[in-house]
């Protein structure tokens, strides 16, 4: 069995991970630390792990590399996988994605119960370097094959974790698809219309869904009489849009102006669709409709 939990920072995630493994009757429990320690920081961090597993039964071990490790018939908490992953992203770039896909089926196909910790991957805005980019994307990419892999998914907030059910929604009406960076709003638009998609409301008049839309919103000014042309002449359209509102507020005043102008699109959309759904990590959240 596997199982996915994955959060923000401080969210509760590790502790709620943790209480999945030791509810179990096993006679093996592996911590598999991916975390490499630099500073004191990172010290600070891991003592606060090992204090919290202290006397759970948690065998420890330094999982730095996705490289093969025996856990045969064991209940495995990898904390985390974003670790893993930078490790092997700046160990070597190419093939870093694959070599940890590899690495999680692999420990999947070994152990009793796989318990993958993640993170609030995406969700930060867009201003973004070239390097940063690449990392979110391969990162995003990851999260969502974890998600599919595992038999259940949780996300934590604030303690508090909720489980996300893999059910398609029943997309009616207008359709708003959010979320963030790489979550996979665009790909399952894609999925169902293949080619019949556009990147402005213009050339999404005669398509089925309207793709990116916070890339038309960059020079849109005064976006919303161009929005209310395509809604009134195709008024079951679907539009995705990545949510770029959360992370540090950029410096650049344009910028600043750009994410509130695409999140208050983004509410006037809601407002008006009939099904508004939110992608996390390649499932989809219903907010609004959507449902069977």
Known sequence: MVVYVSGGSGSGKSEFAESLITSLPVSRRIYLAAMRVWDAEGERRVERHRALRAGK??????YHRAEPLDTSGAAVLLEDLTNLFMNEFYDCEDGAVSRTESALR???????????????????GDTLTEETERLTASLSELCRTAAG??????????????????????LRGLTLLIG??????????????????????REARDAGALLSLEEWLRSERDPMPELERLIEQNPNVVITCREVGCGVVPVDAS??????????????????????????????????????
Do not use: H
């Open 149 to 170: 892999m595992a038999d259940e998914c949780y996300e934590v907030c604030c303690g508090i974790a909720v489980r996300r059910e893999k059910a398609a929604p029943e």
């Open 57 to 62: 039964g948690f065998e420890t071990v330094e």
């Open 255 to 292: 910028e600043r102006e750009r994410r509130e102008r695409t999140g208050r699109v983004c509410c006037a959309l809601a407002a008006r669709a009939e099904t508004v759904v939110r992608f996390w990590c390649g499932i989809p959240v219903v907010l609004k409709g959507g449902r069977k």
């Open 106 to 124: 692999s420990l999947a196909g070994q152990s009793e119960l796989l318990v993958i910790v993640g993170n609030d991957i995406g969700s930060g």
């Open 180 to 201: 963030g960076a790489g979550q996979g709003a665009e790909e399952f638009a894609s999925g169902i219309f293949g080619s019949n998609v556009a990147y402005t409301p």
